[in-house]
């Protein structure tokens, strides 16, 4: 059935980079707005980033904005999360999530999960 398999994930220093990838298959990708949300530890799971399936447009959160850059490739069904000058505070699970347009930053909004990918920020 439907998956979305993140990738990407690790351990860096602070103010390092990461690139996450998410993977979709049996979606009908490009009919799907995709996010990308966090679940700090002890944490409820919280927006991150999102983008329709166009690609034309983009949400971030307050927290992340300028320091990561959601993007897609439609022909290869993968959602990405460039993550950059990342602090310590961004150490969580990541999960990618997809989801009918119009767009969310709700986590009711998405229809479909990954299994999260673990990114860990060191001081």
């Known amino acids: 059935q439907v998956q979305l398999v993140e990738s990407g994930g690790g351990l860096v220093q602070a103010g390092g980079s990461l690139r996450l990838s998410c993977a979709t298959s049996r979606l009908t990708f490009s009919s799907y707005g995709m996010g990308w949300f966090r679940q700090l530890p002890g944490k409820e799971r919280e927006f991150v980033a999102a983008?329709?399936?166009?690609?034309?447009?983009?949400y971030y959160a307050d927290s992340v904005k300028g320091r990561f850059t959601i993007s897609r490739d439609n022909a290869k069904k993968t959602v990405f999360l460039q993550m950059n000058m990342l602090k310590p505070e961004d150490t969580a699970v990541y999960y990618c999530?997809?989801?009918?347009?119009?767009?969310?930053?709700?986590?009711?909004?998405?229809?479909?999960w990954g299994q999260g990918i673990q990114v860990t920020v060191s001081s």
């Open positions: 999530a997809a989801a009918r347009t119009p767009l969310s930053t709700l986590k009711s909004g998405y229809n479909y």
């Open positions: 983008i329709s399936g166009s690609g034309g447009t983009t």
